[in-house]
């Protein structure tokens, strides 16, 4: 069969890497389109004490890898006419990249003007990472004399202060799942990237009102955070707190799909959880949902010292906590936070959101950080 010329764009590799899940998409990206989602997969992260944490993780990302080849490649052949990968991005989360925010300053007697060696000089200042580890410092604000700009270069000023993300990442961890993705798809354009950037990028362009708020992404092992104010990420963090406890609830209480038909299953087949089930469960899961709430709390009481906290959450979750997770964020005890009795704004991030924005074919299903991380490759291709 004969296939028109590969359009003009790119074909992207997607890959979210978290403690629970790896998934894996294709994607097509053109300047001025939807992107085009044409592969989807995402497969559980089983931890067993035989093997390490990196170890189950690499040798699921060498299985999800192959299938990408296998069943991802002909669908994107079939809605390019090439199925090859131009380049990669990786989303690595917790505990194999650890972030964190910093402000480093540049402050002269006399006028200076911005450039690109002022600004490597003032992020290799002091950026001393552990052995065997790397760092990768991002400028994602620049103020100049106390006022935020856009664009610094070539501007002349007393004092810039820079926003840093800076993210670090075991070198071993980096290398082999470089080679891998490498021996994959034959290219050498493979980036590695952090839950709070791309989803604060993606969030601020779908919600572009919203100058300040916080993003929960929680998972079955961890709940990453970022918050926002004044549209620029001023704090992120991790901490090892998921859903685990919770989906453990309901198997403790015997309350399991199949036991009881009549309660209704999320779209991945886990039974939904919900605080209407029986006495047991509400008891196992209160205690479970008081572990999350207190860690989270801690958590963000170190944001709050710095900066006063958003109003305004977005939640990423799976559809079988997600109704949970969103009422737990009422507690009182996180209410004290924002020195209010007012419950916060939460609003639920989901695939469904990015219908008009997304196209799904061939093998592509809804999936809310595939779909984020597509959006976001299509910022970099403007």
């Known amino acids: 069969m004969w296939f028109s010329k590969k359009p003009a764009g790119e074909s992207v590799a997607l890959i979210d890497i978290s403690a629970s899940c790896i998934g894996v998409a294709l994607a097509r990206i053109e300047v001025g389109k939807a992107p085009v989602l044409c592969y989807t997969l995402r497969e559980s992260l089983d931890h067993v004490d035989t093997i390490s944490p990196t170890t189950a993780m690499l040798k699921l990302l060498n299985d999800v890898g192959d299938r990408l080849v296998l069943e991802g490649a002909p669908q994107l052949r079939t809605a390019t006419g090439s199925g090859s990968v131009d380049r990669v991005i990786v989303n690595m989360g917790s505990p194999w990249q650890e972030t964190h925010i910093e402000t480093k300053s540049i402050q002269k007697d006399a006028p200076f003007t911005v450039s690109k060696s002022l600004i490597s000089e003032a992020l290799t200042r002091d950026a001393e990472p552990p052995e065997g580890f790397t760092l990768t410092e991002t400028v994602i604000a620049t103020s100049l004399n106390g006022y935020a700009v856009k664009e610094a270069l070539g501007k002349r000023a007393n004092r810039a202060e820079l926003t840093v993300l800076a993210s670090t990442m075991e070198d071993s961890v980096r290398e082999d799942v470089t080679a891998l993705f490498r021996k994959l798809f034959h290219t050498s354009d493979i980036s590695f990237t952090a839950f709070a950037y791309p989803f604060f990028a993606v969030l601020?362009?779908?919600?572009?009102?919203?100058?300040?708020?916080?993003?929960?992404?929680?998972?079955?092992?961890?709940?990453?955070?970022?918050?926002?104010?004044?549209?620029?990420?001023?704090?992120?963090?991790?901490?090892?707190?998921?859903?685990?406890?919770?989906?453990?609830?309901?198997?403790?209480?015997?309350?399991?799909?199949?036991?009881?038909?009549?309660?209704?299953?999320?779209?991945?087949?886990?039974?939904?959880?919900?605080?209407?089930?029986?006495?047991?469960?509400?008891?196992?899961?209160?205690?479970?949902?008081?572990?999350?709430?207190?860690?989270?709390?801690?958590?963000?009481?170190?944001?709050?010292?710095?900066?006063?906290?958003?109003?305004?959450?977005?939640?990423?979750?799976?559809?079988?906590?997600?109704?949970?997770?969103?009422?737990?964020?009422?507690?009182?005890?996180?209410?004290?936070?924002?020195?209010?009795?007012?419950?916060?704004?939460?609003?639920?991030?989901?695939?469904?959101?990015?219908?008009?924005?997304?196209?799904?074919?061939?093998?592509?299903?809804?999936?809310?950080?595939?779909?984020?991380?597509?959006?976001?490759?299509?910022?970099?291709?403007?």
């Open 204 to 382: 601020r362009d779908l919600y572009p009102h919203e100058k300040e708020f916080l993003v929960l992404s929680v998972s079955s092992e961890a709940t990453d955070v970022a918050s926002i104010k004044r549209g620029h990420v001023v704090d992120v963090g991790s901490l090892p707190h998921g859903t685990n406890p919770l989906l453990k609830a309901i198997r403790h209480a015997g309350d399991l799909a199949q036991d009881a038909p009549d309660v209704p299953e999320s779209t991945t087949g886990q039974p939904s959880i919900s605080r209407e089930r029986n006495a047991r469960f509400g008891i196992e899961a209160e205690k479970a949902e008081k572990e999350w709430v207190e860690a989270l709390a801690g958590f963000l009481r170190a944001f709050a010292m710095r900066h006063a906290l958003p109003r305004t959450v977005f939640l990423i979750a799976g559809d079988e906590t997600r109704g949970f997770l969103k009422s737990a964020l009422d507690a009182p005890s996180l209410h004290t936070l924002w020195l209010s009795d007012e419950p916060v704004s939460v609003i639920p991030v989901m695939a469904s959101q990015f219908s008009s924005r997304i196209t799904f074919q061939g093998l592509a299903e809804g999936d809310t950080m595939l779909s984020l991380l597509a959006l976001y490759a299509t910022q970099g291709a403007r």
